[in-house]
């Protein structure tokens, strides 16, 4: 659908340097990097606010590198402060459609207001609107556009965390109805949370490209590697149990007990190695979760050491080197892992 | 309130004392215009035809040199704000130059200019439009010494605009066009009536340059002139008080739009 070709962009002391991805119609694809990174101005040049100094854009087969703003049908979103603040909420999502002379405007404002659930705020003001409200009516105008992408840049982080998830799930559900997005954030939670394809971003550079299974198992970039969480990364599946405020997560035949209010279905498991503990034989604990594994691997790492335990899938766990010392951790030898069920996160559960 | 005038009362007293003698400074002479004047020469005045006709003549072509030059006066203005190009300083300094320069000899530029000598008075001649004399001249004359308050403020109004608005709307697929005339101009809007209403009033109030294009017809600020000079103050002074009170009134109104329009807009 949309096909970049080694994008080159300079932006004032700033070199986007050879960006070349793909993006599937219908794919939700976020470009994740540290700020500074380049994904902004990558965003704009998508969008034809700033030019490329050499390389190609296609859409649908067309070659639209010079093509002008308004003929790309590509519309973005910003973090913040970009409705017309002249302009009531529903002036702002029909503005698209009357910009094309459409006719239904009415109807079609209002199909778009629905989606988000702003329907009951059309005569406001911009500015009387809260955090979450004002990107919704955001998206209901980049829907209202029918647009072939819509760009989102950080559209989550001006919204506090509650209206943050809401809005999570309505961004999903706005990709299920078959709208290509690709969405730029610094979040890897929320790239997780979203994401059916991620580019990692690095000093602009597009340095991975893959699913976000892929890119947290087998990190290509420092920038993935840093975040210590994303070494226990696992898909599955999450049920709910009846008369217990736990849930299971199955993956690979291993049952692991979570503790979550997220929805059942499909969904990414994440454990922190540092939430996770070692011991030589079971143990009476807190913990639900305990499984007897084969170390595969015992690593140095800056802090302490990294211990690889195969317990059907592999888990990494970081223990201090005294810890191993005293237990005696050598490779091949068996031991028991633990882990809580609230240290496990959850992530796009309920997606299918 | 200010921490300088909050922690000394000298200086608080010594400062509010000095700008009321200020104020003092313009209120009291418009005041004592009006206590010179009886009311019943007050009333007299307004009832006569020159004066009616004066007032109206000041009114009406200061408005019409205002809306016509705004044609050009707008879109300049926002190239203003939205291009850089070479020599720009220069093209400020050319907007002010107006203001600076005696009214009396703007006048005689723009005589030289508008005189049925000149080639864009012989043009005028040919389709039967004169200036000189004549109320064109005299809206020209007006126009000449106030473009500049319409310039800058519209100038203002227009950078104060966010460009990423005007990208947005065009990622929905307005046309430039349809972006200035939805987006840019509304939300200059306020800067530009603010403009209109002091290009309304420096012009409507011009003497200078007005005088040397066309003493007749009269405007109020000529007619005000030539009554003090024929005849002395106590003959000027009521239709002095008389066009004073028009522009005070007609500021007051304007104010109040504008008012109002800072409260819609901050709904």
């Known amino acids: 659908m949309l096909k970049l070709d080694n994008i080159s962009v300079t932006a004032g002391s700033f070199q986007l340097k050879n960006v070349s991805f793909n993006v599937e119609r219908g794919d939700y694809f976020v470009i994740l990097g540290p700020s500074g990174a380049g994904k902004s101005v990558l965003l704009e040049a998508i969008a034809g606010l700033r030019k490329p100094d050499s390389g190609t854009i296609h859409l649908?087969?067309?070659?639209?590198?010079?093509?002008?703003?308004?003929?790309?049908?590509?519309?973005?979103?910003?973090?913040?402060?970009?409705?017309?603040?002249?302009?009531?909420?529903?002036?702002?999502?029909?503005?698209?459609?009357?910009?094309?002379?459409?006719?239904?405007?009415?109807?079609?404002?209002l199909v778009a207001a629905e989606l988000v659930g702003i329907q009951d705020k059309l005569h406001r003001k911009p500015d009387t609107?809260?955090?979450?409200?004002?990107?919704?009516?955001?998206?209901?105008?980049?829907?209202?556009?029918?647009?072939?992408?819509?760009?989102?840049?950080?559209?989550?982080s001006s919204i506090d965390s509650k209206a943050r998830g809401d809005l999570r799930a309505l961004l999903r559900r706005i990709n299920r109805k078959g709208i290509t997005v690709i969405h730029v954030t610094h979040d890897y939670?929320?790239?997780?949370?979203?994401?059916?394809?991620?580019?990692?971003?690095?000093?602009?550079?597009?340095?991975?490209?893959?699913?976000?299974?892929?890119?947290?198992?087998?990190?290509?970039?420092?920038?993935?590697?840093?975040?210590?969480?994303?070494?226990?990364?696992?898909?599955?599946?999450?049920?709910?149990?009846?008369?217990?405020?736990?849930?299971?997560?199955?993956?690979?035949g291993l049952s692991i007990f979570c503790l979550t209010d997220a929805p059942d279905g499909e969904a990414f498991l994440m454990i922190g190695p540092d939430e996770i503990s070692i011991a030589n034989s079971r143990q009476a604990t807190s913990n639900r979760n305990q499984f007897i594994g084969t170390i595969k691997d015992i690593a140095q790492a800056r802090l302490g050491c990294e211990v690889t335990v195969d317990i059907g899938c592999d888990l990494v766990v970081t223990i201090s080197s005294e810890a191993r010392k005293s237990l005696n951790l050598e490779i091949g030898g068996e031991t028991w892992v633990s882990f809580k069920a609230s240290s496990c996160k959850i992530y796009r559960s309920g997606d299918l | 309130m200010n921490t300088l005038l909050r922690n000394s009362r000298t200086l608080q007293l010594a400062f509010t004392f000095l700008g009321g003698l200020l104020l003092l400074f313009i209120v009291a002479p418009i005041a004592g215009m009006y206590f010179g004047t009886s009311l019943h020469a007050l009333t007299d005045s307004a009832n006569n035809k020159e004066v009616q006709d004066s007032i109206w003549l000041s009114l009406w072509t200061s408005m019409a040199g205002t809306v016509l030059f705004s044609f050009l006066a707008i879109p300049f203005a926002y190239v203003l704000a939205r291009k850089d190009f070479p020599f720009k300083n220069l093209v400020h300094a050319i907007i002010d130059i107006p203001i600076i320069i005696p009214h009396s000899a703007a006048g005689i530029a723009v005589l030289g200019i508008v005189s049925r000598d000149s080639v864009l008075g012989k043009m005028a001649d040919t389709f039967g439009l004169r200036f000189v004399g004549h109320p064109a001249g005299i809206i020209v004359a007006m126009a000449f010494v106030s473009i500049p308050f319409l310039v800058n403020a519209a100038r203002d109004g227009f950078s104060a605009v966010p460009e990423r608005?005007?990208?947005?709307?065009?990622?929905?697929?307005?046309?430039?066009?349809?972006?200035?005339?939805?987006?840019?101009?509304?939300?200059?809007?306020?800067?530009?009536?603010?403009g209109f209403i002091l290009m309304w009033g420096r012009g409507m109030s011009e003497f200078g340059a007005v005088i040397i294009v066309a003493y007749n017809p009269q405007t109020a600020p000529v007619m005000i002139y030539e009554r003090f000079t024929s005849y002395g103050l106590q003959y000027s002074l009521p239709v002095a008080a008389l066009f004073v009170t028009v522009c005070l009134a007609l500021f007051l109104i304007l104010r109040l739009i504008k008012k109002q329009v800072r409260h819609v807009e901050a709904r």
């Open chain 2, 165 to 194: 608005l005007e990208k947005i709307a065009l990622t929905l697929g307005a046309s430039p066009v349809r972006v200035f005339f939805t987006v840019s101009l509304p939300l200059a809007w306020r800067s530009i009536l603010s």
């Open chain 1, 129 to 156: 609107l809260s955090g979450g409200e004002y990107q919704r009516v955001s998206l209901a105008r980049s829907i209202a556009a029918d647009s072939d992408i819509i760009l989102l840049d950080e559209p989550l």
């Open chain 1, 60 to 109: 649908r087969g067309v070659d639209i590198t010079g093509e002008r703003i308004q003929k790309r049908n590509i519309s973005i979103v910003y973090q913040d402060a970009d409705l017309f603040p002249h302009l009531s909420v529903y002036e702002n999502i029909a503005y698209p459609l009357k910009s094309r002379k459409e006719e239904g405007v009415k109807d079609k404002v």
């Open chain 1, 189 to 252: 939670e929320e790239a997780i949370s979203v994401a059916n394809k991620i580019a990692i971003m690095e000093h602009g550079e597009v340095v991975h490209v893959d699913s976000p299974e892929e890119i947290f198992k087998h990190p290509k970039s420092e920038f993935v590697a840093h975040f210590i969480g994303v070494k226990n990364f696992l898909g599955g599946s999450l049920r709910s149990i009846s008369k217990s405020d736990l849930k299971t997560f199955t993956t690979k």
